[in-house]
């Protein structure tokens, strides 16, 4: 339990010292705790430590944990960091502060009609498949400005974007890629950097780290 309050502890100082080595303002970038797969009790010293943003990638898994957690700490801001189907378009609106896992119109559509019905809009990031990867979920980057266009006639709350670089290879290039495109779309959120990369997204423009297992241990292999 402890080891999770002295990670975080360590995160959010290596962090700090990103930002100064940057230039730029630590307050001005968001840890993203991501406690996907790991259970109420394990998440519980975080957010008794003053955390209180976190990231998880599947709306099943969330929908166990939260709704108890948020009773005892209702100021927490939730962001689904994972692919998000349609049909769990409901759910998804229903307990998340933060969707940055926008990817494709007709989701975008989808979470237009969810907002509408219920009045609670979600601010939403689109994914971008930074190294053009097949297997990666992220609209590519020549269609990101179209896709920003098409999820605000929808009137979505676009706030900004979010990525997940190669995991090979110097990532620099991919973050500075994405703050290009944020950049050029007035876009203040840019979602970038993990337990392996943080400081460099940091470097890059990051506004919101999304850090798992730097924090809460090793996740069990999936
Ligand atoms: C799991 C996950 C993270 C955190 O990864 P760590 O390497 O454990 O820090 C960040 N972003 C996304 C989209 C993830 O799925």
Redesign the pocket.
Known sequence: MSDIIHNLSAVKQRITGAAHDAGRDPATITLVA?S?THDAAAIRPALEAGQRVF?E?RVQEARTKWPELRQDFPDVELHL??PLQTNKVRDAVALFDVIETVDRPKLARALAEEVQRVGRSPRCLIQVNVGREPQKAGVEPEAVDQMIRIAREYQLDIAGLMC?PPAEGDPAPHFRALADMAARNGLAVISMG???DYPAAIAQGATHV?????IFGS?PPV
Do not use: P, Y
């Not at 999304?210 to 730097?214: I, P, Q």
């Open positions: 991501v996907k990231g990638n960091i994972g997940i993990m337990s392996g999304r850090v798992g297992s730097a996740r």
